[in-house]
């Protein structure tokens, strides 16, 4: 293992790829305080879900005053924003920004017309979720990402660091080896707050609009419901980008 500090342009290959973790953190704990003694910019952008609850916990123990950003589309479930009130109070110096984008839904509807939710989704992930986050993180040389290699196919290859293509930097997935059942032990037995959407059958909890209770919680298949879509675009590289 290495405290070299890896960028996107110097970035080769996971330097934790031949690390086997054995504690209970499952390596998280570890990655963490490589990522946090490596970059002084480094951003956690979370979404409050259940992995985003073990990372802020995880995060905290490492820096507590950690940079963490919550993309605030304006169309999230009110428990979630009543979840991040209940962080703020458990985690008093963490730093958190609610970054909003640039246009409000009025002016989306104006521009795209009403509910882009329903009519193209992706159009409105890359308007409220992918624009944000570049600018974000604009100028940080790393961020954190809940990401699990259980949760889908697509992220079934994740590792511990990763160059990112999509926003041009490396992103750290300390929770690869998480199960969901990894997941929700650790929220008990740390007595951490939590969506109350996921006492309701709510597995993946993004945006009010396009998320519904899943029948299985190790997949995303309550997310987009009807449109063959399981990712909002922050985790993958799509040549159908669209400007804003």
């Known amino acids: 293992m290495t405290h070299e500090q890896i960028t996107y342009e110097t970035f080769i290959n996971d330097p934790f790829t031949d690390f086997q973790p054995h504690d209970q953190t499952k390596g998280a704990l570890t990655i963490l305080e490589w990522a946090y003694n490596s970059y002084d910019d480094i951003v956690y952008a979370c979404s409050f879900g259940a992995e985003g609850i073990v990372l802020i916990d995880l995060i905290s123990r490492v820096k507590k005053d950690a940079h963490i ?14 979840l991040i009130d209940r962080i703020k109070a458990r985690f008093p110096d963490l730093q958190i920004t609610m970054k909003k984008p640039k246009l409000t839904l009025q002016e989306q509807a104006d521009k795209h017309g009403d509910q882009l939710w329903n009519s193209n989704p992706d159009h409105c992930c890359y308007i409220r979720k992918i624009k944000p986050l570049e600018e974000a993180l604009s100028g940080a040389t790393a961020w954190v990402s809940g990401l699990r290699r259980e949760q889908s196919l697509s992220r079934s ?6 160059k990112d293509e999509r926003f041009r930097s490396v992103k750290v997935c300390p929770l690869i080896h998480w199960t969901w059942e990894d997941v929700w032990n650790h929220i008990k037995e740390n007595n951490l707050p939590y969506n109350d959407l996921h006492d309701q059958g709510y597995a993946s909890i993004g945006c009010m609009p396009c998320t519904t209770p899943s029948d ?24 159908q980008d669209n400007q804003s």
Do not use: A, I, M
């Open 157 to 162: 290859k994740t590792d511990f660091v990763n």
């Open 69 to 82: 950003v919550f993309l605030d589309t304006d169309v999230h479930f009110q428990e979630t924003y009543e």
């Open 216 to 239: 299985d919680p190790h997949d995303r298949s309550g997310r987009w419901e009807g449109f063959g879509k399981t990712e909002c675009g922050l985790h993958t590289v799509s040549s």
